[in-house]
C-alpha cells in the first residue's frame, strides 16, 4: 500500500476518491458530485488530502481542514476507506500519516467530529443536557465510528448535542500529538 498526497493523483483517482467518500458516507456526501466538491474545497482551502493507493487504485482516503489556534489544533476531515478493504489497516495508515502531516506542520493536536446520526452510540436517543458528565464517563461507542478512533488513542472530548436532530450528537475526538 502507498501512501500519495493528492498533488501525485490522477484525475481518475481522484475520482476513485470521491467515489469512495460517496459510498462509505453517503449521509455526508449522498452523490458523486457532493464528494467531488468537498475534496475541491478541501484542496482549495489549502488542507491536505492523501489516498491509500494498491496498485495504482485508490482504496481510501484522509483530510485535514487548514489548522487553527496558530497552526496548533489540526481537524481530520475526511476519513473513507473502501468497503470490501476495510479492516485491512488502511484506515489506521491513512490516520498515522494525517498525523505524521500534521506534526511536522506544527501540530499539536489533531480532533474530528463523528456524528452519530444512525442511533449507535450510548450518547444517541437520550438528552445530553441531563447530566452530560455522567453520560460522558460511562461512553460506550457500540459499532460507532468512535470505537475505531478510540483504538487509535483518540479519546472523547466533547459533543454537540443534537448536532444531526433530536438525540444525534456529534461526538468530538482528540489525540495530542
Not at 50 to 69: I, S
Not at 149 to 160: D, S
Amino acid at each position: 500500500m502507498d501512501i500519495l498526497p493528492a498533488s501525485a493523483l490522477t484525475e481518475t483517482q481522484l475520482l476513485q476518491a470521491a467515489q469512495i467518500l460517496s459510498a462509505s458516507l453517503p449521509l455526508g456526501w449522498p452523490t458523486l458530485q457532493a464528494a467531488w466538491e468537498e475534496l475541491e474545497e478541501l484542496l482549495a482551502s489549502g488542507g491536505c488530502l492523501l489516498a491509500a493507493l494498491e496498485d495504482g487504485v485508490v482504496t481510501g482516503l484522509g483530510g485535514l481542514l487548514p489548522p487553527d489556534y496558530d497552526g496548533r489544533v489540526w481537524e481530520l476531515h475526511p476519513l473513507a476507506v473502501e468497503a470490501s478493504r476495510r479492516g485491512r489497516g488502511i484506515g489506521r495508515a491513512l490516520v498515522t500519516a494525517l498525523e505524521d502531516t500534521a506534526r511536522a506542520r506544527g501540530g499539536l493536536l489533531m480532533w474530528l467530529g463523528a456524528d452519530d446520526e444512525q442511533g449507535e452510540t450510548s450518547l444517541s436517543h437520550t438528552d445530553l443536557f441531563d447530566n452530560l458528565p455522567r453520560r460522558l464517563a460511562s461512553f460506550d461507542p457500540g459499532r460507532h465510528a468512535s470505537a475505531f478512533y478510540m483504538k487509535l488513542g483518540y479519546q472523547v472530548i466533547g459533543v454537540v448535542p443534537d448536532a444531526n436532530g433530536p438525540g444525534k450528537p456529534d461526538i468530538l475526538l482528540g489525540k495530542r500529538l
